[in-house]
């Protein structure tokens, strides 16, 4: 104990974070006795000793409340120690399938290990990362956040930590709990929860606690915010003016291509031969059509115009979750319990991004004995060509926006399902253990609502029965275009993904022999796990009866592993502790049922972890740690054959490959290029090693200061070369650019982009987490405020595929992985009580940032700047004037606030503001994930002010 005061212990236990104030009894006489049987986040051994050498962070259900939060996944965004993860916005056309996640330190959520109530749960994909919205708020009891590196206790994955959901276990009481959000203008959300349980442990030998939730949440559109309502976007940096069209060359009305000339046997453009592109509708009435813009780029024979995808956007998107809990523990004898937890969670989301892009689909050949002209060739294209283009052209193709189709919309149904069942307690006078089987599953039905249209879509085009030439008016006023829109949408469920989990584990821990300092513990386990993950497409998807992205595969995919530790804890004085750590792993090789003809690796590694504790007095203690952790790669990285995996994010011009054949197959102008993806079946580890040393000092029972720096670094990180840096580099990744048909269509031949997992970064991270924490009694109530933050001293990873090393960074700044490290997160509590109100006012802070380096054109998008250039034939034209721009993102806070009000029997009533000054995310110009533009929707709160009321009524 940290001195002979056990109150005192109880005090710095609660500061430490080791353990939940619902582990105590009032008075130390009461105390003594459960204090022998303490279990912490971060160690496998129970004991007297309450203050641990690791950072373990507590969130009780009252914090909970206090953060103004509806789900899992908005808490674990207010941890200052937690970047990088997935959020809502990264469903909104950034690949995020409906689910949340957990990431500390930034460096990545495939490095955070989520447990439920200590215990691994299945993912949602080929990971371990574990989707939290299939975890209810209502149901927890506390969250332990262990911000230390735990691969020697908990397995591979806990590199950067451990965040553990612990479910209640026990209530007094039932309580009915409704809440309801208002934002302005969208995003609205109603929650409603029953929490009842039966049964006293102590009392009457058993306990049950059931809980039943519902949560709904509205749609957030782009055009209800002012930040977010367009990607043309005007501003100034230093005074000047300038701008930025953020669109698509896939716009209403369509522009057209015209292949003037003829292609080879292989489909690349003979000599002479060229793509006219430009806009019919602009050649016609000398402007772009509403929500268009003359792109500042240019096409080749003409103007093009850019569609303004983001004002059609849904930037939050809706979704519905209802969850189911049952938890009990029985008393077998007076040593042993058994105890078993069900959860059942259904978590819907629904996306809608912007409408269906049609690329350069194929409208037939003109000037063919055997093909008649597509009459929309005839009324809109043929006029604005050349006598001599009309005479030599061939390949009639459009690129359009299916506005008229309605929005991009899936449906993500994601349930998952996990039960437990063990047995714990104790047994030969002073071995207390716990082992327990889990059977976990997860699923996701992913399901197109709208917006994907199927095979007869070209041939209603090329017939002319939809006119892709119209405004977006026109064409809601011709009824055989809607018509026939309508005949061509596809509707169904599309794929299906499904893990499964299951596993068994033993562990214990007992005194072995006393040295003068006190009694020597152990602690000791055995594991065993089985993982599988498979995708499932649908005949539909197989018989590419929607333009709706494909080129997965199917997946039936497994894994077992196994794992044994042992853990020493030794009382190297009085006031000296060590604890050693050993564990030992042993992955096994994936096991594809469906036959590949690879032959995978296996893996196996001893990793370990040495921690120190010193109490200096009464009131400090001195920690510190040192470890390593391993990880293998997930399933789909060693098994994925060589598929299609969408498109680039950037745009970028056409490599210069050396190449005249491969460059042939650019598409014209600088756009996204398709990208193909593909698994290594000889992955090796990662592997990776944590240092902590920090301190917690207690002047006073009402006052704790804790700091603890850490570091993480990771070698042989598992990644794939980042787009930028390969158009940057084509030396290296020259023979990367393949020649392959088109996703939209097979008959094209394009250049795209390969690109393999493989072995080949790292990683180094450091900083500073503190807390500061100060109970204040006043005249007139009790004053708790909390400041804890993060300070990143150092966040770089090497860029992606190179060797030697070349070092880049997202710290402070928008980096080559599309990402911002905040080099401060700090959050501000203050929680006033008196008479039958408390008041909590809380603050969250996010540094400034350098943003992207972006090209940008000056003037106003109505009056541009324009400069007088010339081509390699000495011909002039005007051109928009282009320059480089950088800006600095400012900091940011947010302001909550609520009032809770105790005043009536058994009831709380909370009224509260989020965002309590309506600020908006900043101004940026990087290019985020998902589709939003002019500021990042991963960082920033996009629901504004927001008014909330809840009740919470017991009985």
Known sequence: MLNSKISKAVRLALMYGAVSATAFAANAEEA?????????????????????????????????????????????????????????????????????????????????LVLLNGRRIAPLDSTNTVDLNSIPLSAIERVEVLTDGASALYGSDAIAGVINFILKDQVDESTVSVRTDRPKDGGESYNISFTTGFGDFDRDGFSL???????????????????????????????????????????????????????????????????????????????????????????????????????????????????????????????????????????????????????????????????????????????????????????????????????????????????????????????????????????????????????????????????????????????????????????????????????????????????????????????????????????????????????????????????????????????????????????????????????????????????LRYNATDNLVLRGSIGTGFKVGSLRSFAQPLAYNGVTGPTFACPNLGDATRQSFCPPGETQYEQHLKGNPNLKPEESEQVSVGFVYSPTSDTTIQLDYWSVEIEGKEEVPAFPYMWDNLSIFNENFVVHPTNADPDLKQLAVERQYLNLGKTETSGIDWKFSFNNELSFGQLKTTIQGTHILESKYTAPGVVPFDWESSLGEYGSDEEVVFRNVANIQNTLIHGDFSHTLRLTYKSSYRDDRVVVNAGTIANPTMETVYNDKGEARQAFVSEHVQLKVPSYVKADYKIDYFGFENTVITLGVNNLFDKEPPFSLGDPEGHVVGYEGRYYDQLLRTYYLSVDYSF
């Open 209 to 611: 606690v059931a809980s039943v939730s519902h949560d709904s949440r509205d749609t957030l559109r782009s055009k209800d915010r002012d930040f977010a309502k367009t990607g043309f976007l005007e501003f100034e940096v230093d005074g000047n003016p300038y701008w930025q069209l953020n669109g698509s060359s896939n716009a209403i009305p369509a522009i057209a291509q015209v292949t003037v000339g003829d292609r080879d046997e292989n489909g690349a453009l003979t000599d002479g031969s060229y793509v006219r592109v430009f806009s019919p509708y602009h050649a016609v009435n000398g402007n772009c059509a509403p929500n268009t813009a003359v792109s500042p780029v240019g096409a080749a024979g003409g103007e093009d115009c850019l569609f303004d995808f983001t004002s059609t956007l849904e930037i939050l998107p809706e979704d519905e979750r209802t969850a189911f809990v049952l938890q009990g523990d029985f008393a077998l004898t007076d040593n042993i319990q058994a105890f078993s937890t069900l959860t059942y969670t259904d978590y819907q989301m629904i996306t809608r991004i912007a409408p269906k892009p049609t690329l350069a689909m194929n409208l037939g050949d003109v000037n063919s004995a055997d093909s008649a002209d597509s009459p929309l060739y005839t009324k809109y294209v043929k006029p604005h060509l050349t006598a001599e283009e009309q005479a030599k052209a061939s390949e009639f193709r459009a690129q359009w926006r299916a506005l008229p189709g309605g929005n991009r919309t899936r449906q993500y149904d994601n349930t998952a399902l996990n039960f437990t069942i063990g047995l714990e307690g104790t047994i030969l006078d002073d071995i207390d253990f716990n082992t327990a089987i889990v059977y976990s599953e997860s699923s996701r039905d992913d399901t197109i609502i709208n917006g994907f249209q199927n095979d007869k879509f070209v041939g209603n085009v090329r017939d002319g029965k939809i006119d892709v030439f119209l405004t977006a008016d026109e064409f809601a006023a011709d009824e055989q275009s809607v018509q026939a829109m309508e005949e061509a949408q596809w509707r169904g469920l599309w794929e299906t993904v499904e893990t499964e989990m299951l596993s068994f584990d033993f562990r214990a821990s007992q005194p072995i022999f006393e040295l003068p300092a006190g009694e020597v513990y152990v602690g000791y386990g055995v594991d065993y796990r089985e993982n599988s993950y498979a995708n499932f497409r649908t005949q539909a998807q197989i018989d590419g009866l929607s333009n709706a992205p494909r080129g997965d595969v199917d997946y039936d995919l497994s894994r077992s592993q196994y794992g044994a530790f042992a853990e020493f804890q030794v009382p190297v004085l009085e006031d000296l502790s060590a604890n050693l750590a050993l564990r030992y792993d042993s992955i096994g090789k994936v096991k594809n049922d469906l036959p590949d003809n690879n032959v995978y690796s296996s893996a196996n590694d001893t990793t370990y972890k040495f921690s």
């Open 32 to 112: 003594e006795e459960k204090i022998e049987k303490i279990e912490v986040t971060g160690s496998s051994i129970k004991g007297t000793d309450l203050a641990g050498a690791l950072p373990v962070d507590i969130i009780s259900a009252a914090d909970i409340k206090d953060t103004g939060v509806t789900s899992v996944s908005d808490l674990v965004a207010q941890i200052p120690s937690m970047q990088g993860f997935t959020t809502p916005v990264s469903s909104v056309g950034g690949g995020g399938t409906g689910q949340a996640t957990a990431s500390l330190r930034g460096i990545g959520e495939d490095y955070t």
